[in-house]
T-cell receptor, first 109, second 113 residues
Framework: KNEVEQSPQNLTAQEGEFITINCSYS?????LHWLQQHPGGGIVSLFM???GKKKHGRLIATINIQEKHSSLHITASHPRDSAVYIC???????????FGEGTQLTVNP | NAGVTQTPKFQVLKTGQSMTLQCAQD?????MSWYRQDPGMGLRLIHY???????DQGEVPNGYNVSRSTTEDFPLRLLSAAPSQTSVYFC????????????FGPGTRLTVT
């Protein structure tokens, strides 16, 4: 079983829909990261959080430390949001990030 | 700032050849790392460094070597390329490991024939 599980693996939405991507992990963490990988391959950090909720534009990330679960929400989705969204956790012990397999999001016009 | 740079962008090697993937950052980041990304799998850590002169193995270190002689540079060496090393390689850096944003390079697509 992977230490970081994302769901769904693939998600297709219509423009304007509210989108949720989930991430569950099984280890104690110092921080959780949400990353975005565009079709061209580049990886960009969206959020890093260790508690509560963060918002940036139409993106919202939440984390529940007790339940070991995080969600990434996209409001009013747009075709330019089409990308792979990756969850990664930094463990409390050690100096490594462990990554989920990613969620491929496609937003159709 | 150029951020994290990687060279080359693409490379084709024959089995048994050696090469070095270059990674550099100009943000004075202490923590640098190398990952490989394969279809159907998450990014996997190859090697990492918490500062100049300090390196450690990640999840999949076999067949790779690293050194960190300066804060800026963290090259990844393939000692004897194998087809199983065909992958996309990403270098990343951050100010420190704990609770710090990670910055990724653009990636190197490597094919070993």
């Amino acid at each position: 079983k992977n230490e970081v599980e994302q769901s769904p693996q693939n998600l297709t939405a219509q423009e304007g829909e509210f989108i949720t991507i989930n991430c569950s992990y099984s280890v104690g963490i110092s921080a959780l990261h949400w990353l975005q990988q565009h079709p061209g391959g580049g990886i960009v950090s969206l959020f890093m959080l260790s508690s509560g909720k963060k918002k940036h534009g139409r993106l919202i990330a939440t984390i529940n430390i007790q339940e070991k679960h995080s969600s990434l929400h996209i409001t009013a989705s747009h075709p330019r949001d089409s990308a792979v969204y990756i969850c990664a956790v930094g463990e409390t012990s050690g100096s490594r990030l462990t990554f989920g397999e990613g969620t491929q999001l496609t937003v159709n016009p | 700032n150029a951020g994290v740079t990687q060279t080359p962008k693409f490379q084709v090697l024959k089995t048994g050849q050696s090469m070095t993937l270059q990674c550099a950052q100009d943000m004075n980041h202490e923590y640098m790392s190398w990952y490989r990304q394969d279809p159907g799998m998450g990014l996997r850590l190859i090697h990492y460094s918490v500062g100049a002169g300090i390196t450690d193995q990640g999840e999949v270190p076999n067949g790779y070597n690293v050194s960190r002689s300066t804060t800026e540079d963290f090259p990844l060496r393939l000692l004897s390329a194998a087809p199983s090393q065909t992958s996309v390689y990403f270098c990343a850096s951050s100010y420190s490991f704990r609770a710090r944003e990670q910055y990724f390079g653009p990636g190197t697509r490597l094919t070993v024939t």
